[in-house]
């Protein structure tokens, strides 16, 4: 009788065994309960999303995201959009290295307008690829980003890394020209990277020309040391003939006679 119980099909004590094992960590166990409620009933997204998680952690993530987007389409097909885009997010957060999970959100936020949510995802899913041998994945997020919104500076900068990483120089200078009409204030750092990518004496001269033009221009003093209006104008002493030495050194003025010139020709013009 026991041998037949084992062979039979009974779904609530298949998900319970299912759960146990789980719970004790026997993955593969759980999942072998999974798949025969599954065998039944293989259309049923909630199952699906369930099974989905064991796969990513037993280190099958073809098997996982293959599930994972069986549980979506079949919320996609019942009208359930949102809850679609949470099984897409849990396959994102469970293998952030599967670029295609965070292409699919990015597809269904789009679809439902949330511009700006389908952008962070792609970004996201770009934060996840930092490897060199990832900068094709990385490039490739990054222009979907843009497509999305083409006026993110800083992702167009770092599309320019990315396609400099992968040695297309021809895009990557054409992706930087694209961020200097969007942001000439950086000029500087704009033409470094362009130096970066294209080592050459034009690119030296023109990162040059950049430095240079965001230096701060060379004070120059425009105060000019003028004559008190108010002060009565100076006059030269006319100095007779008729007086003695010793009067007319009284009458000279304390620092000598060069200095008279000068107090003549300032007096006119503070009349």
């Known amino acids: 009788m026991g041998l037949l119980r084992d062979n039979s099909y009974d779904r ?14 026997q993955l593969r166990e759980a999942i072998a309960h999974y798949e025969r409620v599954l065998a039944a009933e293989p259309r049923n997204p909630e199952l699906l999303r369930r099974v989905a998680p064991l796969f990513a952690q037993i280190d099958e993530p073809d098997r996982a ?7 979506a389409g079949e919320f996609l097909s019942a009208g359930f959009a949102d809850k679609a885009i949470g099984v897409y997010r849990e ?24 511009i700006v949510d389908a952008k962070l995802a792609l970004l996201t899913g770009r934060s996840h690829y930092r490897k060199r041998e990832d900068v094709c994945v990385a490039a490739d997020l990054l222009r979907r980003a843009l497509a999305i919104d083409p006026s993110d500076f800083h992702a ?22 694209e961020a200097l ?11 470094w990277e362009e130096l970066r990518t294209e080592r050459s004496g034009t ?3 023109a990162w040059l020309r950049a430095l240079a033009s965001a230096l701060p221009a060379p004070r120059t003093s425009s105060h ?26 009284a009458t000279r003025p304390p620092f000598g006679e060069s200095h008279w010139p000068v107090a003549a020709v300032a007096a006119p013009s503070a009349r």
Request: proline share 5%.
């Open 181 to 191: 009409v969007l942001r000439p204030d950086c000029v500087r750092r704009i033409r």
């Open 203 to 205: 690119r030296v001269w």
């Open 65 to 71: 995201w293959h599930t994972y987007r069986g549980a």
């Open 156 to 177: 167009r900068i770092d599309l320019a890394r990315c396609e400099r990483g992968a040695g297309e120089t021809a895009h990557a200078l054409a992706s930087l020209s």
């Open 224 to 249: 000019v040391p003028l004559a008190r209006a108010n002060s009565a104008p100076e006059r030269r002493r006319v100095v007779l003939a008729t007086k003695s030495p010793a009067q007319r050194l």
């Open 12 to 25: 609530a004590r298949l998900l319970d065994a299912a759960a146990r094992a789980r719970r004790r960590g």
């Open 91 to 114: 396959a994102a957060a469970q293998m952030p290295r599967t670029a295609v999970a965070w292409l699919a959100i990015a597809e269904l936020e789009v679809a439902r307008g949330r």
